[in-house]
């Protein structure tokens, strides 16, 4: 995932202290605006010496410059464990729509679509110190 990140998307906007990595981009139906993030592993740790901002831009150089996929997949995994992509700014969006624009961008279909409350997970997630997996929370409501 991380290579297709950084081939077709290039470095993050922005980055949080939680380790998470943003996109906003106008891939949604009709070039509507599209959040795309890229969620950190429960009690995620950045790497050392690395600033927030570039943690991305080294794991991406890494995972390029090898070509071992399994080395290259535990340098992700160690740091991330999912990317959810949906409407930038509010917007109300359906999700099959969505799901078929977020394929064409990426070139990978997504492993769930559907609704979410992102702040009952943004709840959840800050009551669990960080111990809670974003991605998993995600995938859970939606197949709730």
């Known amino acids: 995932m991380i290579r297709e990140l950084d081939a077709r998307f290039g470095d993050p906007v922005d980055a949080y202290v939680n380790g998470s990595q943003t996109w906003l981009r106008d891939d949604g139906p009709g070039g509507e605006a599209i959040e ?3 969620h950190p592993v429960p009690n995620w740790l950045p790497p050392a ?5 570039e943690v991305f831009a080294r794991v991406s150089l890494a995972v ?3 070509e071992d996929d399994d080395h290259a997949n535990g340098l992700a995994s ?3 464990d ?6 930038a700014y509010g917007d109300e969006m359906e ?4 799901a078929a624009a977020v394929t064409e961008a990426l070139g990978v279909p997504p492993d769930g679509v559907g609704l ?3 702040d009952e997970i943004a709840d959840a997630w800050e009551h669990s110190g960080g111990s809670l997996s974003i991605t998993k929370a995600l ?3 939606i197949k709730a």
């Open 116 to 118: 979410v409350d992102h």
């Open 139 to 141: 995938l859970d409501q």
């Open 78 to 80: 160690a740091l991330w």
């Open 95 to 98: 999700p099959a729509p969505l």
């Open 64 to 66: 390029t410059e090898t």
């Open 36 to 38: 795309w993030r890229l």
């Open 49 to 53: 010496d690395v600033a927030i901002h």
């Open 82 to 87: 999912g990317l959810e992509a949906f409407p």
